[in-house]
């Protein structure tokens, strides 16, 4: 028997739903990587401050791009999670 469309739309959209939430927890290791750089050379004696304004600028993009997956792609993420139980009674012709 063939797999069903609700069966491999489900399937993929866990699939994202992981893929998405572990790029947020690799954006926020990052993030936390060049804060913890940063606070490293500032409590060194001898600071390289062109090195912690880098760190600064990735922390700063790492929230830019937190951002834009927690207010824009996680709405439609969340639409797509919300919406599959529809799948399965269309599929037998039912519209819901």
């Given at each position: 028997m063939a797999v069903s469309a609700s069966e491999r739309l489900?399937?993929?959209t866990r699939t994202m739903?992981?893929?998405i939430y572990a790029a947020l927890?690799?954006?926020?290791?990052?993030a936390?990587?060049?804060?913890?750089?940063a606070a490293e050379q500032e409590a060194s004696g001898t600071p390289n401050?062109?090195?912690?304004?880098r760190m600064g600028q990735f922390v700063q993009r790492a929230g830019s791009m937190t951002t834009a997956i927690e207010d824009d792609v996680l709405d439609?993420?969340?639409f797509c999670n919300d919406r599959l139980?529809?799948?399965?009674p269309?599929?037998?012709?039912?519209?819901?």
């Open positions: 489900t399937a993929k739903t992981d893929s927890d690799a954006i926020d290791a990052y936390a990587t060049a804060a913890e750089i401050t062109a090195l912690v304004k439609h993420l969340n139980f529809s799948i399965e269309t599929e037998r012709g039912e519209f819901i």
